[in-house]
């Protein structure tokens, strides 16, 4: 499994993305990850277009590889199913401005 991380500024500049953008293929599906560090100094890790997928960790990079597992769970468990998988618009979720938001490649 490989993925591209793509640093985005919580700024207006950020939310211009194209909306249909997060498939890039059959196989390659494009991820919203917003990460927020909690009071305990763990990371809390939700994707934005895929509802009810995240993840935590005690730092960022395990919390990312961890929702990177879900994600893959995820789409591999729609998939199989048959069903279409229920990506959201990312653009209309609320980002805390403590947040960090990136956009990730996930293959499948």
Known sequence: MVTVEMDLKN????????QCAWTQ??????????????????YSVVVLNLP??????DTE????????EAVCGAIESY??????????????ADMPDDARHKWILVHV
């Open 52 to 57: 009810g997928v995240g993840s935590c960790g």
């Open 25 to 42: 293929s059959s196989k390659s599906y494009r991820c919203h990850i917003l990460s927020v560090r909690e009071e305990d100094c763990s």
């Open 79 to 92: 998939l199989a199913a048959g069903e279409t998988i229920p990506w959201r618009n990312s653009l209309d």
């Open 11 to 18: 700024d207006a500049e950020s939310h211009q993305l194209e």
């Open 61 to 68: 990079e395990e919390a990312l590889r961890n929702a990177n």
